[in-house]
């Protein structure tokens, strides 16, 4: 069974235009086969040892997968703490609960160890709207800018990209690149992008893509839930429309949505994220109420209502079913992963060299001084 979701897929169509068209994409629909929760988990941990497997988990990610993640020696995270943690851990395999994007990133950082995704159709709006041949045209338009890529793209995108960057990094390395000078190509998120290009002052270009997720919250459903819960902090995830942002108590990747709810003193919060994230926030701050911010309603337009349709196919069965027939895993060609490996290790060395000076990413700090020991992700 499937289910058919819309998605913004970009075509350069003159010098500095980005046209976007609605392609509709099919998602396979997540069937739960066993009951005994219990013991499946049980046999899928002893499965991850047997296979000398690490699970890294999104936070997007069913929390029956999360707490597995976290049980086994494994990860829970953003993309970047994903790719990170991969790569540092010492099990010869990684699998990975997350989308496409996420697992290719794994493989490319660490060829030399199988790297399997929970569920192969596991895929992202932003990906599929951002086609490695459509942006090279692109980039070949203006051959001037730094170019800059969200880390939701294919092999094939980043391949051609100076940058790869995540929400948590992303304005960071785009504010550094602007203090050197430089004038930046964005893709693919519109929103991201302009979130930063604002906060920034850099002169960015944008591609036109969007998250099915984000791009559903909307600005008049938050205001009525915010004037029903008035002292609530509102954390919201710049993947979301500018008009989104602009009600936020705090802006930041899913990490810094996280922290920012433990460090908080106040004990309701309105989140605009995947609703996945709810469960790592009731877990790491326990006793606080999370509301998640309204999208447009089943009734209306609502694409997703707040569900990634693809982090939801990463489930216990789905996992047990890679176990049992694993393959040789996630291959990148290897002139991509080349090309690929340069933009994502530039991203990597710049966290780690940040990490030591950086107590607070700026966004947060613009937002509420109170989370001066807060670092980024
Ligand atoms: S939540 Fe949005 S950005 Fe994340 S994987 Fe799903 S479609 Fe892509």
Redesign the pocket.
Known sequence: MTRRYPIDVCQTDSQDAVSRQITWHEVPIKLNLQTDKAALKRSLAEQLKAQDAVLVAHY?TDPDIQDLALETGGCVGDSLEMARFGQEHRASTVLVAG?GFMAESAKILSPEKRVLAVHDEAT???DLGCAPEDFKQFCEAHPDREIVVYA?TSAAVKAQADWVVTSSIALDIVRHLHAQGKKILWAPDRHLGSYIQKQTGADMLLWQGS????DEFKADGLTALMSEYPDAQVLVHP?SPASVVALADVVGSTTQLLRAAIKHPADTFIVAT?QGILHAMRQQAPGKTFLAAPTAGESATCKSCAY?P??ALNSLDALHERLKQPGPGIQVDAALREGARRSLQRMMDFAAAQQNTLRVSADLAEHSKQFQDVGAA
């Not at 998250?211 to 984000?214: A, D, E, K």
């Open positions: 997007y989308v992202c709006s932003l939701n998250c099915l997720v984000h993947e995947d990634c693809w982090m």
